[in-house]
């Protein structure tokens, strides 16, 4: 006889879904997910087994075992982790229809020149609704909860509206983060309509998205207007926002960094993203300041940004514990497991054969570890660390169940290595945001892919045609 018990074939059912909608206007609704592995990423919970989890409205209610409730939608959850939804620090998610155009570039010069000086040019508000819906839905189907938009193709008021409405419409917890574009013509309207942008969406301090200003490290790609400094830093200081800031490596931006710390300009809700190729001084500056980092290990990789080396030795040396990103689809895979993977395995690379033949001890990095910057140090990057990450009372129910005993997954034997070496969206059988199912059964929720295919294919042939008549004149 085997030990196994059959799962329940209704652990994610249709039935149980009705029920969860039915009463989903109600902000006691509750939902007791039973007998899972929980992997809650808070240090003190750790992992949990035959655990229970009750979500009540948008928020995580309790975590423990053998709870007895009252009146809630039961899921048994046996056979799977719970775990929390990734969240992604950076990702520009206007360009999802471009995905794979370019898998092979060459550097960033080479992206920089067909992608933002080219087909971000002739954009229209509806390319950027259409591409920033197809990133935020494949973020959920992949199980990630918050993505960062790094929005740097505001060229009107009506492309920022877009971009912020396509959040919206797909249930995601949303970081809209602002910058104007690079090159070509545009309004001018950024910074200054970040304070429209403020108070037409993100009024409230209990909603689902946020808003964040994004800038360059330094001008040597766009010129001054888009570099961060004591200007934008007082527009973004005045709107109580944080800041994101892209195209951090190099000598520039190491002295860039100096400044900004002379100027008081860094601290926690700042992030720097890449910081490859950073010198010691830069690095002492980030860590006395309590800055952030933002990694995207596949970015600087594969497109080689700098050194071409991910800085997670650097960061932690520093004290720093990244959140990690996907950046560009239109050059790189667009899931968490794929950066977890590349920086597990690349850091582990660079400590043993910095050790190989010295008899010195490498001090590498654990699944656990990629798991926690890709959950509970991204919400901390994003300036969410109250509300998302790990799942304890308290915070927003944002949370994904994994199937741990599918083909590719079983038997279960250590569940924060199952996620991050043995899983991939495939497992992830629903996905739960602000306590809102969005993605059920192992389909994204409210989404007609016909026409949804339609709009992607409209849109990326107006912006190849586009771009094509536009250079050629
Ligand atoms: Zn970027």
């Not at 902000?27 to 750790?46: N, S």
């Not at 594969?302 to 650097?314: N, Y």
Request: overall charge negative.
């Amino acid at each position: 006889m085997s030990t196994y018990d059959t799962p329940v074939a209704g652990t994610t059912s249709t039935a149980v879904l009705e029920q969860i909608r039915r009463r989903s206007p109600d902000r006691r609704r509750r939902i007791l997910f039973t007998g899972a592995t929980i992997v809650t990423m808070d240090p003190a919970l750790g992992v949990l087994d035959d655990a229970d989890l009750l979500v009540e409205g948008d928020t995580i209610a309790a975590v423990g075992h053998g709870m007895d409730v009252a009146e809630a939608i039961v899921v048994d959850a046996r056979h799977t982790i719970l775990c929390p939804g990734f969240v992604d620090t950076h990702r520009h998610a206007w360009q999802a229809q471009l995905r794979r155009i370019m898998p092979d570039v060459d550097d960033l010069t080479g992206y920089v020149a067909a992608t933002l000086a080219g087909y971000a040019t002739v954009y229209r508000p509806q390319d950027m609704y259409v591409g920033t819906r197809l990133a935020a839905l494949t973020a959920i189907d992949s199980g990630i909860t918050c993505m960062l938009d790094f929005s740097h193709n505001s060229r009107s008021r009506e492309h920022s509206d877009a971009a912020i409405q396509a959040l919206l419409d797909t249930g995601i917890r949303g970081v809209h983060a602002s910058m104007g574009p690079h090159f070509g013509d545009w309004d001018r309207q950024w910074p200054g309509d970040l304070t429209r942008l403020k108070k037409q969406y993100f009024s409230s301090s209990d909603q689902l998205l946020t808003l964040r200003l994004a800038a360059l490290a330094t001008n040597e790609i766009a010129g001054p207007a888009l570099a961060y400094g004591t200007d934008l830093a007082r527009i973004a200081n005045d709107l109580g926002i944080g800041v994101s800031i892209d195209a951090v490596f190099g000598a520039s931006s190491s002295q860039a960094v100096l400044d900004w710390q002379r100027d008081g300009l860094l601290g926690p809700d700042v992030t720097l993203i890449h910081s490859t190729g950073l010198t010691g001084h830069a690095w002492q500056a980030i860590g006395d300041t309590g800055t952030t980092v933002s990694l995207a290990p596949t970015s600087e990789a594969q497109i080689g940004l700098e050194t071409a080396v991910p800085a997670i030795e650097e960061a932690l040396a520093a004290g720093i514990r990244p959140g990690l990103s996907i950046d560009v689809e239109v050059a790189l895979a667009s899931d968490m497991f794929t950066q977890m993977r590349a920086l597990h395995a690349i850091q582990r690379m660079r400590a043993v054969n910095a050790a190989y033949n010295t008899g010195r001890q490498p001090s590498r990095i654990s699944t656990y570890d990629v798991l926690d910057f890709a959950t509970l140090q991204g919400a901390r990057t994003n300036g969410l660390h109250n509300v998302t990450g790990s799942l304890v009372a308290g915070k927003k129910a944002d949370l994904l169940v994994i199937q741990a005993e599918d083909l590719n997954t079983m038997p279960l034997n250590d569940p924060v290595g199952t996620i991050v070496l043995g899983s991939d969206p495939r497992n992830i059988t629903a996905v739960l945001i602000d306590g809102q199912p969005r993605k059920w059964n192992s389909h994204v929720l409210d989404v007609d892919l016909p026409t949804l295919r339609g709009h992607v294919h409209d849109s990326r042939d107006h912006v190849l045609k586009s771009t094509i008549s536009s250079t050629s004149k």
